[in-house]
């Protein structure tokens, strides 16, 4: 199935088509690239890493979820 016209997928490829001599070690992967995320949440109000968070929404989005759990 092709992605949607509004879909960020082309643009993902067309970031990695700008390392085609790259090897996988080379390029950080996606964990590593959202551990780089900055916690804006209070300390003490927090259950879960971000990093975390991000992965398992990166994974909803990538399933085709669109809405936060217990949204719409």
Excluded: Y
Excluded at 5 to 34: K, M, N, T, Y
């Amino acid at each position: 199935m092709p992605a949607d016209a509004s879909s960020p997928i082309p643009l993902a490829f067309d970031q990695l088509r700008e390392h085609p001599g790259a090897v996988p070690g080379e390029i950080p992967g996606l964990l590593e690239r959202l551990a780089e995320v900055p916690d804006p949440r209070d300390p003490r109000g927090v259950r879960h890493a971000l990093v975390v968070m991000l992965a398992l929404t990166a994974c909803a989005v990538l399933a085709g979820g669109d809405l936060p759990a217990g949204g719409g």
